[in-house]
């Protein structure tokens, strides 16, 4: 695999198109956030409506170097909803939120650049 931007690459083994369909990646829409300062690293706890298909679930996600809780109510996220949950210390996170890191370590979360239907499915 060529450098990317003329940075060493790491290998990354290829998967089937099968394989890229069993993960379940959906857009959702922040109903409620909080702090979560029982996390063992800084994190916010969210509640995200998938829509009718899949209604409403709860993530804990590491996002605090570019969010608050308050600011992130009413916006669009995508996330992985096909994940067994997880206990995240006294909260049970039901979904992963996508996000990436940035130069610095934080995470920017990943979001459909114009609206849309909550639960609609990445294809």
């Known amino acids: 695999m060529p450098p990317l931007n003329g940075r060493a690459s790491l290998a990354v083994a ?4 099968d394989d890229f ?3 379940d990646i959906r857009a959702g829409t922040v109903l409620r956030a909080e702090s979560f300062p029982e996390a063992r690293k800084p994190a916010i706890k969210l509640w995200i409506d998938f829509g009718d298909e899949i209604g409403e679930k709860k993530s804990s996600a590491q996002i605090t170097a570019h ?3 308050e600011e992130l109510v009413g916006t ?7 994940f067994p949950p997880r206990q995240i210390g006294p909260f049970m996170s039901e ?3 996508l996000g990436v890191h940035d130069a610095e370590g934080g995470v920017v979360l990943v979001t459909p ?3 849309v239907p909550d639960g609609g499915r990445l294809s």
């Open 14 to 17: 290829e998967i089937g198109f």
């Open 21 to 23: 369909m069993a993960v």
């Open 67 to 69: 969010y608050a809780p």
């Open 76 to 82: 669009q996220v995508m996330a992985v909803v096909n």
């Open 95 to 97: 979904v992963l939120v």
């Open 113 to 115: 650049d114009k609206g």
